[in-house]
């Protein structure tokens, strides 16, 4: 296999959840389906995916939502996708995803990304790129945060590499979050299978991550200056997200998380059904810009 082979191929989203952060919000939808600015907070993490090249996808959800997402999506043929389905009975844990996901990874490599995390920034697709292509093991994003208590974080030696994890300390020993973009080999499987419960009565992703730690064998690739990493969970981190998408796509005239536009580009579709996808936007704001992109193309 050469240095440029993509190992990753698939790709989870996690979209279940009670939304309790975001009540009443939530009352009659999920809270992945709100907006940041003037798209559903899913299409951010679905982006990151797609600009790593990731083409299946399984969305994971509660049996209330499940069909909220098949609605929006389908098959994922319209973007030269596949799209699949699984239902999550309760929220057990992130790390029940690759339980519950284990026919659709079926022996591969597969990554995870949290529907309600949003990862922007210049440099972004190459660093996921080079995250699916990583031979066996584990790769996870770290960024600073201000409040280390409500994520699980990272603390890495002086060469960078992880020495501890923690879920949700009390009392932190690194202002490293670890985002919610995870990639692993085939091994990720029968590592969840073998989790125990955390005190919170979940299957917690810290632990998949201390044991390829433990192996030697997790990657942290810790983004600076010019990323921005938010958890869209509260009324807050959604309406910051939103005047930050809001801000970058009034000053520089573009669309972040567009997934017809990153289909286009990444050659999951061709012009043609570029121009299906025109048609079906109608007269709407979004439909000119997909049509403005045809245009530069």
């Not at 790390?95 to 995390?117: M, P, R, T, W, Y």
Request: net charge negative; proline share 5%.
């Amino acid at each position: 296999m050469s240095a440029d082979t993509q190992v990753i191929k698939k790709g989870i989203l996690l979209a279940g959840g009670s939304g309790s952060r975001l009540y009443p919000l939530t009352q009659v939808t999920n809270k992945h389906l709100l907006p940041i600015f003037n798209k559903p907070m899913i299409y951010y993490p679905l982006t990151a995916l797609m600009l790593g090249g990731v083409r299946e996808i399984l969305i994971i959800s509660s049996p209330h939502d499940i069909g909220k997402f098949k609605a929006l999506f389908g098959d994922g043929s319209d973007w030269g996708m596949g799209f699949s389905y699984a239902e999550q009975a309760a929220p057990e844990g992130l790390a029940q995803a690759f339980i519950i996901g284990e026919k659709f990874i079926d022996g591969d490599s597969v990554c995870l990304n949290l529907g309600d995390h949003i990862l922007i920034g210049d440099g972004l697709p190459e660093r996921i790129q080079k995250a699916t292509r990583r031979k066996g093991g584990a790769s996870i994003f770290g960024h600073h945060t201000s409040m280390p208590e409500r994520s699980g974080i990272v603390v890495l030696d002086k060469q960078g590499c992880a020495v501890d994890l923690e879920e949700k300390p009390q009392k932190p020993k690194s202002n490293i979050a670890v985002t919610g973009l995870y990639f692993y080999d085939a091994n990720v499987v029968e590592i969840a299978k073998g989790l125990k419960p955390s005190l919170r009565g979940e299957l917690e992703i810290t632990d998949i991550n201390k044991a390829y730690m433990e192996r030697g064998d997790l990657n942290v690739d810790l983004l600076g200056r010019g990323y921005a990493w938010f958890d869209g969970g509260t009324p807050e981190t959604m309406s910051a997200a939103s005047q930050y998408v809001e801000l970058i796509e009034t000053v520089q005239g573009i669309r972040i998380a567009c997934p017809e536009e990153v289909a286009l580009r990444m050659g999951f579709i061709d012009e043609t059904q570029f121009g299906k996808l025109i048609d079906k936007a109608g007269g709407s704001p979004y439909g000119a810009y997909l049509s403005s992109v045809l245009d530069d193309m």
